[in-house]
């Protein structure tokens, strides 16, 4: 209870009294979770289940990844194995390119999307040959399609290559507060609503996504971060609310490399065959977050009452020492 009001004293936004607030996790199915993606999942949930709010889960599986089923079902059983439940069904975003495609249309009829005939080779060439947009994120699309002239554009056509769409922005500077690192700005350029070869783009999709299932607390990885202008922008276009976000640092090798594969034992299922059980990856996970005392057995429902935002460090994690390779 001492949590419960603790918490609410710290709310600066009227709006996270809403009762209809949502949190979610959306991880891509390519594989098992690894401890990072777990460690966000078990932020996300908590987020939303400290203040008693729906939690959903969505597969972003836009690329129809390979062995999808096999490894959504991997990644539903490792987040229960942690003590994760969600509400409602799993929703697929293979399931949902005619919203997305509906999404692109309403943005044309505004005449907000163009298409676009470069390959990523003449991309790179023309950033390196032009200033770009001089807000945009790195890499930023130099512009290159937005104006053809229309014997131009039809010449491109007749090459055979099928266009991108993308968004015509309007090259501005995109605010949002973030929960754990603060106010953040930043510039957006024309990105890709829907891939040459037809597949929506990742950035449209999340703004949809968020905004049909009411999802109003984001959670995810500070890989994210400099996306989220792009988000913010596309929300104010479609008429979708922004909602609050919660950009986590994410876990990080000895070696100063992300958390992967190559770092030894990081999944659930390898970690088992190592003899590190679940309950000590929650234990990890607990005190990483600094919500539970280093080596301290805790059980995901007892941090609902320790959760403070506010308060999870802001630095990026280490791994644990039960990742190290045996031989390394
Ligand atoms: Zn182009």
Not at 2 to 12: C, E, I, S
Not at 244 to 259: A, T
Not at 303 to 308: A, K, N, P, S, W
Request: proline share 7%; glycine share 8%.
């Amino acid at each position: 209870m001492q949590g419960a009001l603790g918490r609410r004293r710290v709310r600066r936004c009227p709006a996270r009294h809403d009762v209809h607030m949502t949190g979610r996790f959306a991880p891509s199915p390519t594989g098992e979770l690894h401890l990072g993606n777990l460690r966000t999942a078990v932020v996300a949930w908590l987020s939303a289940r400290a203040d008693r709010r729906p939690f959903l889960v969505r597969m972003e599986d836009l690329d129809r990844v390979q062995a999808r089923p096999k490894h959504e079902a991997a990644q539903l059983r490792d987040m229960a194995a942690l003590g994760l439940d969600w509400d409602g069904d799993v929703v697929r975003q293979s399931e949902r390119f005619d919203l997305y495609d509906a999404a692109i249309d309403r943005l044309a009829a505004a005449g907000s999307v163009y298409e676009c005939f470069c390959s990523r080779r003449e991309i790179r060439n023309d950033i390196e040959a032009a200033s770009s947009a001089p807000h945009g994120p790195p890499g930023s699309y130099p512009g290159t399609c937005r104006d053809l002239s229309l014997s131009a554009r039809a010449a491109r056509r007749a090459s055979g290559r099928p266009p991108a769409l993308r968004l015509r922005t309007d090259h501005g500077i995109y605010d949002f507060v973030d929960r754990l690192v603060g106010p953040q700005s930043g510039g957006v350029d024309d990105f890709v609503l829907r891939r040459n070869d037809g597949v929506p783009a990742y950035n449209l999709a999340v703004v949809v996504d968020d905004g049909l299932q009411g999802v109003t607390d984001v959670v995810r990885g500070d890989d994210l971060l400099p996306s989220t202008p792009r988000h913010v922008m596309l929300q104010q276009m479609l008429g979708i609310e922004t909602p609050s976000y919660l950009h986590l640092p994410l876990v990080f090798g000895r070696d100063g490399e992300r958390l992967a594969k190559s770092h030894g034992a990081t999944t659930l299922g390898e970690l088992r065959d190592a003899g590190v059980s679940s309950t000590a990856v929650m234990s990890w996970i607990g005190s990483s977050l600094e919500l539970a005392a280093p080596g301290e057995t805790v059980a995901v429902g007892d941090l609902v009452d320790r959760f403070d935002p506010a308060a999870l460090p802001r630095d990026i994690a280490l791994a644990p020492d039960f990742v190290l390779r045996p031989e390394a």
